[in-house]
């Protein structure tokens, strides 16, 4: 009957080959009783920040001021009733200053509200909460997802019919303890947006720590 061949074996150091049982390595030495050592810790990258990416850009809508438009309405309503019903008002008061009466309230809450659409622009990415305002001077502002502590929505009935509304937003940033997102479309949509991704922040924040 042939030899039976040796079983062989790695040194857990250098990988050299070694008769099974061997004790020490020929080449290096190093001790080959006890429990081999563990490979290197690779961490998990499951937790690990995803790349930014932006998920929402809204700026103010002009339904948002539905309630000027309306109040101006009535407004210029009664001006015309006043004017045209009484003529002692109508002999007093010449066309033109009865116009300016009538639409200047319109006219200065139109330009209010173009102003605050032109000036005011909100983004909110998986990580942070941007908000730009101004025309000719500009102020960029950001607000990290995991400092909000709460979120509400603000609207009265015309806007809740338009589906526009403020978004108010509470953090323990010191710069920007309250922010007010004024004015967008759809709020309520944002406001479980906002919350989805703060929620989802710490939960990736938690798992890194824990690691």
């Known amino acids: ?15 050299a080959e070694l008769a099974a049982g061997s004790a020490f390595c020929n080449r290096c030495g190093a001790s080959q009783e006890g429990e081999r050592p563990a490979k290197a810790f690779a961490p ?36 015309l009733t006043v004017y045209l019903s009484i003529v002692e008002v109508r002999s007093a008061l010449g066309s033109g200053l009865v116009t300016l009466l009538g639409v200047g309230p319109a006219l200065w809450f139109l330009a209010l ?18 908000t730009e ?17 709460d979120v509400a929505v603000r609207q009265n009935l015309l806007q809740r019919l338009f589906d526009v509304g403020t978004v108010t937003v509470l953090s323990t940033d010191s710069s920007s303890p309250r922010l007010e997102i004024e004015g967008i479309e759809h709020p309520l949509a944002v406001k479980e947006q906002i919350r989805a991704q703060v929620r989802a922040r710490r939960a990736r924040t938690t798992y890194l720590e824990t690691l």
């Open 113 to 130: 509200a173009l102003l605050q659409k032109l000036t005011q622009r909100y983004r909110l990415t998986n990580q942070r909460l941007f």
């Open 44 to 79: 998990p990258t499951a937790g690990a920040l995803p790349p930014e990416e932006t998920l929402w850009k809204g700026r103010y809508a002009l339904r948002a001021a539905a309630h000027h438009w309306l109040l101006c309405a009535l407004w210029i309503l009664v001006v």
């Open 1 to 15: 009957m042939g030899v039976e061949q040796e079983q062989r074996t790695t040194c857990r150091q250098c990988s």
């Open 133 to 149: 305002r101004g025309l000719l001077r500009r102020q960029h502002d950001e607000l990290e997802l995991i400092r909000i502590d």
